[in-house]
């Protein structure tokens, strides 16, 4: 164990609600007479399983720097009572009341700091909004966001991820944990599920929620969520401070930004002036170097606008011919990449070439120097008045002189309800980016009519026409020379202790990440992924525990309404100390037709081999 200021010890705890179901709870704390502040994870996660080794990481590294870090499993999760909720304020109410029973603990000085990564974070900005008299700080780490891109359902999340949740959801509490009511509980826990997928894709899109209580926001520029930490620092009706840092990692909190986070609480939490607040605004790796914007927006990025007729040019296209007609093939984007990228080699999106091939290309001039970008870019499209609507795939890609083409960002908009006529282009929003794109590349837009995994096709294979000369891409360049006096920016990983002692068996004939195939006589697509999650780990207490995974996707080259997906999910957890055996199968098969997706979601739970529970549900759900 490396030495920090504090000893510490741990010890579990239920955390009782008003309603009187209690919730399991992990603390780590300092052993000190003194009250100190605490820092709440909320989360649907396992704390005694799928958390413990990370949990073992990084909470001791807090209660040696004097916090009470704690983990607490949802109601209707992990080893907490309960039933899962239906209701999706109910998770933020149930943490909201958490934190406020945490603050009123002996151990507690009353205040409270909230941290959490992908849905745990997005769940830490509600809980705030709900108990901003505990709460007084929050880091957050690539929260979640819609399952909708420009109107256009997610194919390529939306699923897989409702899958994993309902086999989450579905796990039995622990019988070394709660002892021998794990069985009824774990029958309740069955029969309240209900499959997420309908809800998430039937609800509004939400407004961006504002920062409640000063916010430390933290992200990959690769991550879905780098858009929304934007948006977090540009929110006009924020009541409190918030720091952004978007950076060169993947999904999750990087351990090098645990320091920042801790000067986050150090000034929020307990009085310290760490410069927390004299940091800038936001803090972004552009490729090689950190550098540094306060205020956001800054007033070193100014928007370069390239005409789709002129900085930007498609090869071909006469000087009279008004419109261009964009129709893609159905398996244009099978080298999208990773929705959400986990660090692996197949997650990340390769040369755009054969993508670029599939699609109409606007390209620039070759850069006579350096281009840094860092915001949201905008793309603005006059589409052929009277088109029947359509799937809009934007791509910003730099080309290298070699013709090796690299993603910087994209975006997607389904025209499904849009006024479409000769007087009002179409805003297709793109992703956020910080890149810097070196001199000799060009810049390269290129529009599909299809994005396929990650996107639901359009019911017709028509595409869509735009009119050049009145549609227009703009860029938030920022200036080169914007930080040449700045202080170095520099993030240093902490001594963290090692965790305890995890045995991992991987399948004996693993899968690749990701395998396509082209069956060239039936003209059709097929492509399997596989997780990092799966195999066989041993923990430290003798549970063992099992997952296999894989995600499939078909689709015929000329036909949108062919496109299929299907997650397949098991999950087994033994303790062969005394015979305990459970298993959950969950399954969810996706298909569409010219108005609805249709959804198949089946779960099966079995007790030593034998089911216990099997049920099965269809839904339709408006595109």
Same mark, same amino acid.
């Given at each position: 164990?490396?030495?920090?200021?504090?000893?510490?010890?741990?010890?579990?705890?239920?955390?009782?609600?008003?309603?009187?179901?209690?919730?399991?709870?992990?603390?780590?704390?300092?052993?000190?007479?003194?009250?100190?502040?605490?820092?709440?994870?909320?989360?649907?996660?396992?704390?005694?399983?799928?958390?413990?080794?990370?949990?073992?990481?990084?909470?001791?590294?807090?209660?040696?720097?004097?916090?009470?870090?704690?983990?607490?499993?949802?109601?209707?999760?992990?080893?907490?009572?309960?039933?899962?909720?239906?209701?999706?304020?109910?998770?933020?109410?149930?943490?909201?009341?958490?934190?406020?029973?945490?603050?009123?603990?002996?151990?507690?000085?009353?205040?409270?700091?909230?941290?959490?990564?992908?849905?745990?974070?997005?769940?830490?900005?509600?809980?705030?909004?709900?108990?901003?008299?505990?709460?007084?700080?929050?880091?957050?780490?690539?929260?979640?966001?819609?399952?909708?891109?420009?109107?256009?359902?997610?194919?390529?999340?939306?699923?897989?991820?409702?899958?994993?949740?309902?086999?989450?959801?579905?796990?039995?509490?622990?019988?070394?944990?709660?002892?021998?009511?794990?069985?009824?509980?774990?029958?309740?826990?069955?029969?309240?599920?209900?499959?997420?997928?309908?809800?998430?894709?039937?609800?509004?899109?939400?407004?961006?929620?504002?920062?409640?209580?000063?916010?430390?926001?933290?992200?990959?520029?690769?991550?879905?969520?780098?858009?929304?930490?934007?948006?977090?620092?540009?929110?006009?009706?924020?009541?409190?401070?918030?720091?952004?840092?978007?950076?060169?990692?993947?999904?999750?909190?990087?351990?090098?930004?645990?320091?920042?986070?801790?000067?986050?609480?150090?000034?929020?939490?307990?009085?310290?002036? !760490?410069?927390? +607040?004299? =940091?800038?605004? #936001?803090? /972004?790796? %552009?490729?090689? *170097?950190?550098?540094?914007?306060? $205020?956001?927006?800054?007033?070193?990025?100014?928007?370069?606008?390239?005409?789709?007729?002129?900085?930007?040019?498609?090869?071909?296209?006469?000087?009279?011919?008004r419109w261009v007609q964009v129709r893609s093939p159905q398996h244009t984007g099978l080298n999208a990449g990773a929705y959400v990228r986990a660090g692996r080699t197949a997650d990340q999106p390769p040369d755009q070439r054969e993508e670029d091939g599939r699609s109409v290309c606007f390209d620039s001039q070759p850069l006579p120097e350096a281009?840094?970008?860092?915001?949201?870019?905008?793309?603005?499209?006059?589409?052929?008045?009277?088109?029947?609507?359509?799937?809009?795939?934007?791509?910003?890609?730099?080309?290298?002189?070699?013709? !090796?083409?690299? +993603?910087? =960002?994209?975006? #997607?908009? /389904?025209? %499904?309800?849009? *006024?479409?006529?000769?007087?009002? $282009?179409?805003?297709?929003?793109?992703?956020?980016?910080?890149?810097?794109?070196?001199?000799?590349?060009?810049?390269?837009?290129?529009?599909?009519?299809?994005?396929?995994?990650?996107?639901?096709?359009?019911?017709?294979?028509?595409?869509?026409?735009?009119?050049?000369?009145?549609?227009?891409?703009?860029?938030?360049?920022?200036?080169?020379?914007?930080?040449?006096?700045?202080?170095?920016?520099?993030?240093?990983?902490?001594?963290?202790?090692?965790?305890?002692?995890?045995?991992?068996?991987?399948?004996?004939?693993?899968?690749?990440?990701?395998?396509?195939v082209h069956d060239i006589g039936r003209r059709e697509w097929r492509t399997e992924l596989s997780p990092a999650t799966d195999g066989t780990r041993t923990h430290p207490d003798g549970l063992v525990r099992d997952e296999r995974t894989v995600t499939a996707y078909r689709v015929l080259t000329a036909t949108p309404l062919s496109a299929q997906a299907?997650?397949?999910?098991?999950?087994?957890?033994?303790?062969?100390?005394?015979?305990?055996?459970?298993?959950?199968?969950?399954?969810?098969?996706?298909?569409?037709?010219?108005?609805?997706?249709?959804?198949?979601?089946?779960?099966?739970?079995?007790?030593?081999?034998?089911?216990?529970?099997?049920?099965?549900?269809?839904?339709?759900?408006?595109?």
């Open positions: 164990m490396p030495s920090y200021p504090y000893r510490t010890t741990r010890e579990d705890l239920r955390v009782p609600l008003p309603d009187g179901t209690e919730l399991y709870a992990r603390v780590w704390r300092p052993v000190t007479d003194e009250p100190v502040p605490a820092l709440l994870e909320y989360s649907t996660g396992r704390l005694t399983d799928w958390t413990a080794t990370e949990d073992a990481r990084r909470r001791p590294w807090f209660a040696g720097h004097g916090y009470a870090a704690v983990r607490v499993d949802a109601r209707g999760h992990g080893n907490s009572g309960g039933l899962p909720p239906t209701d999706p304020d109910r998770e933020a109410e149930d943490g909201a009341e958490t934190a406020r029973r945490l603050a009123d603990q002996p151990w507690c000085n009353g205040r409270i700091g909230l941290l959490g990564a992908g849905a745990a974070g997005d769940v830490a900005l509600l809980i705030a909004a709900r108990a901003p008299d505990a709460v007084h700080a929050v880091v957050t780490a690539c929260p979640d966001g819609p399952h909708r891109l420009g109107g256009a359902v997610l194919a390529a999340d939306g699923h897989t991820r409702a899958t994993a949740h309902l086999a989450d959801a579905a796990r039995p509490p622990d019988p070394q944990y709660v002892g021998d009511d794990w069985r009824a509980m774990w029958l309740a826990r069955l029969d309240s599920l209900e499959p997420p997928l309908a809800d998430w894709l039937a609800a509004p899109p939400d407004a961006p929620v504002p920062a409640a209580v000063p916010t430390l926001a933290v992200a990959g520029w690769s991550d879905p969520s780098a858009t929304r930490l934007l948006e977090l620092l540009t929110a006009a009706a924020a009541p409190a401070p918030v720091r952004a840092v978007l950076g060169p990692w993947e999904h999750g909190l990087p351990d090098e930004l645990l320091p920042e986070a801790l000067r986050w609480y150090d000034h929020w939490l307990r009085d310290i002036d !760490t410069g927390a +607040l004299a =940091t800038p605004a #936001l803090r /972004s790796w %552009l490729s090689t *170097r950190w550098t540094a914007d306060d $205020p956001w927006p800054s007033p070193d990025v100014r928007d370069v606008h390239y005409g789709l007729d002129g900085p930007l040019r498609a090869a071909g296209t006469a000087s009279d011919d281009v840094e970008l860092l915001g949201a870019p905008a793309l603005s499209l006059r589409l052929r008045p009277g088109s029947r609507p359509a799937l809009i795939a934007a791509r910003l890609c730099a080309v290298a002189p070699d013709g !090796t083409s690299v +993603l910087l =960002t994209r975006g #997607l908009l /389904s025209t %499904l309800g849009a *006024r479409i006529d000769d007087a009002l $282009p179409l805003a297709v929003p793109l992703a956020a980016v910080g890149r810097t794109v070196p001199p000799g590349h060009r810049l390269r837009l290129a529009l599909s009519s299809a994005y396929w995994p990650w996107a639901w096709p359009d019911p017709e294979p028509d595409g869509f026409a735009l009119d050049p000369s009145h549609s227009a891409l703009t860029l938030p360049v920022r200036h080169l020379a914007a930080d040449r006096d700045g202080e170095p920016i520099t993030f240093a990983s902490p001594t963290l202790p090692l965790p305890p002692p995890l045995h991992t068996t991987d399948p004996l004939a693993s899968r690749p990440e990701r395998l396509t299907r997650t397949d999910r098991t999950v087994r957890l033994e303790r062969p100390s005394i015979g305990w055996d459970a298993t959950v199968h969950t399954r969810t098969e996706l298909r569409c037709d010219p108005t609805h997706v249709i959804a198949r979601t089946h779960l099966r739970a079995l007790e030593g081999g034998d089911v216990v529970f099997s049920r099965e549900w269809h839904h339709r759900i408006p595109r």
